[in-house]
């Protein structure tokens, strides 16, 4: 992959193996290092109280495509691993990791993982995978990324990953929540990114944010399906309706969100890819603890 090629050297001195034991009377194995490893926090930033992002070490092992999700987690008490599936935030050639998470009062994993602090260790999965990447689309002109919440994360990713501008003309990406405070993450990142020295050329006037808000007072109202069943997303951004001549997709919310969004692509004539069969969309469901 081109973009590998931005990749800095890797500061690994934090990183360790999990520990496995061979001996019948001690404990049994935590995890198998084949499939996890041990990486620090290096920062953590909270939102709103249902929402925080944290960057960790990067294995100089740990390869995925921008878009990708992993299983992150943590030790549990009782000496056993609790892993969840995390879509990985930073780009492909990000020498660091950022996920953006969701905190569930009573969530086995979030409760947990909400209260993470610089330093602290955290588990990472060795086998990143998904659909959300720029293979499982057939070449088009503009891309969109539609996010409901914690979807946006995948698509954090890719707005900072060189290749996506170099595949896209346009890159406009949606981002819906319940309140205006859970928008501040794509907000933030965005307007970073045209500042930023790596990307901001080229993202700089390829990239529209286009943000909702469902369930508090913001100068945009409401649910992207209405937004796009109405035509009010095209009339805003004044682009033509959805066409499979040009337009791909790509989805991350509930599942509510993603059926819904996905048949009114599939109503414009778009059809779904993955990454054996490349086409005009691709989905998947945002991970919650
Ligand atoms: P709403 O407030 O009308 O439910 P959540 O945090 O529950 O995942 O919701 C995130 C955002 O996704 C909210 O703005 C929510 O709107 C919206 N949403 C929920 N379900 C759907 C759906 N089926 N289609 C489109 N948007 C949805």
Redo the contacts with the bound molecule.
């Keep these: 992959m081109a973009n590998e090629l931005l990749c800095a050297p890797q500061q690994d001195q934090t990183r360790k193996t999990l520990p496995v034991s061979d001996s019948a009377v001690a404990e049994k194995p935590l995890v198998n290092p084949k499939l996890a490893t041990v990486e620090k926090v290096l920062s953590v930033e909270h939102y709103t109280d249902r929402l925080f992002r944290f960057r960790t070490t990067r294995p100089q092992s740990f390869r995925f495509r921008s878009g990708e999700f992993v299983m992150i987690g943590l030790m549990q008490e009782n000496g056993k691993p609790l892993l969840r599936a995390y879509s990985v935030a930073s780009p492909a050639w990000d020498e660091e990791l950022e996920f953006y998470s969701i905190k569930v009062p009573d969530g086995p994993l979030t409760s947990r993982l909400q209260g993470i602090q610089p330093g602290d260790d955290i588990l990472l999965g060795k086998k990143p995978t998904g659909t959300l990447v720029l293979d499982a689309l057939t070449p088009g002109k503009r891309l969109y990324m539609f996010s409901?919440?914690t979807g946006f994360a995948p698509f954090a990713s890719l707005v900072r990953d060189p290749e996506t501008y170099e595949k896209f003309e346009e890159v406009i990406v949606t981002h819906?929540?319940?309140d205006v405070d859970e928008l501040r993450y794509s907000q933030e990142l965005v307007e970073n990114l045209i500042n930023d020295p790596l990307i901001g050329e080229m993202a700089q006037g390829k990239i529209r944010l286009y943000t909702s808000?469902?369930?508090e007072d913001y100068p945009r109202m409401g649910?992207?399906?209405n937004l796009i069943e109405s035509g009010k997303l095209f009339e805003d951004l004044g682009v033509p309706p959805l066409d499979p001549a040009t337009d791909r997709g790509m989805i991350c919310?509930?599942m509510?969100?993603i059926?819904?969004?996905a048949a009114l692509l599939e109503k414009a004539g778009l059809t779904e890819g993955s990454n054996n069969a490349p086409s005009e969309f691709v989905i998947e469901k945002?991970f919650a603890g």
């Design positions: 409901t919440g819906t929540c319940r808000c469902t369930r649910r992207i399906t919310g509930s509510e969100m059926q819904d969004t945002a």
